[in-house]
């Protein structure tokens, strides 16, 4: 069954009852970087064993405008637990906890993008509500999601904790997707200095980048919230990327 998005005709759908989307979700264009390469077996896992919680977002025409990725884990309610290797730990833990019989009482949003060209619609914020209220729907108590701030890149020297921390004069958050996740109910709780961890060799980072890679030490490449650091003499490049972790509680 589809579900109406307020406002305009749009509904979402969760893969579990419309399995024939699964190749427009993960084929459909968005603004993450070509070198953001979640590992392939997991998500497959994921998306095979948990077809329910991944949802798209479709118009009149049944195209794909948007989707939500998410894996259900179990979660004791300590924020301070929440692990610093936040996107990569999620997928490893709904593993896990599925193989171990652990209530899954949480669930982790993955990723919410966007075709380009229909954010102003507010599309992002649309479909996390849609997110939550699917997770509400199936008897999670939290929404829980290692966040990445869309304009962290702009300042990418600067640390995730004193970016999150920036605020404007009403008190929310000075990032756009941060303070989406704060309007729609969502607490900043820390950040996960190490969220996702991609290491490629030079080759591999000219071709996603476009940039020379020819020497060792930080490199600013476009669209990451930190430097890449390379290593000439070696060959080969890592990027760690921190998130911020954000609770919605349901």
């Known amino acids: 069954m589809l579900r109406s998005i307020t406002g305009t005709e749009l509904h979402v759908a969760h893969l ?9 979700m993960l084929t459909m264009e968005s603004s993450w970087p070509a070198y953001i390469r979640p590992d392939p077996v997991l998500v497959h896992w994921i998306f095979e064993r948990h077809a329910r919680h991944q949802l798209v977002v479709l118009d009149e025409s049944e195209a794909v405008v948007a989707r939500a990725a998410s894996a259900p884990l179990h979660w004791d309610g300590d924020p301070d637990g929440l692990p ?21 009482n949480a669930l982790c949003a993955l990723e919410i993008a966007v075709v380009p060209g229909h954010q102003l619609r507010n599309l992002s914020g649309r479909t996390l ?29 600067l640390s995730m904790a004193a970016y999150a921390a920036r605020t404007r004069p009403d008190g929310l958050p000075e990032d756009p997707w941060l303070r989406v996740h704060v309007r729609s109910g ?18 591999q980072w000219r071709e996603w980048t476009g940039l020379p890679f020819d020497t060792s030490g930080p490199v600013e490449v476009p669209g990451a919230l930190t430097p890449v650091v390379a290593d000439a ?3 080969h490049a890592v990027y760690v990327e921190p998130n911020v972790w954000v609770r919605h509680r349901l």
């Open 84 to 104: 610093g290797t936040g996107w990569d730990e999620a997928l490893r833990q709904c593993m896990t906890d599925t193989y171990d019989g652990r209530p899954l």
């Open 186 to 203: 969502g607490h900043v709780v820390k950040v996960c200095p190490a969220s996702m961890t991609i290491s490629g060799s030079l080759a």
């Open 129 to 157: 509500e849609a997110l939550k209220d699917h997770a509400r729907s199936q008897g999670f108590d939290d929404l829980l999601a290692p966040v990445r701030p869309s304009l962290k890149h702009t300042a990418p020297r």
């Open 233 to 235: 003499e070696q060959g």
């Open 16 to 24: 579990e009852e419309r399995p024939d989307l699964e190749s427009a």
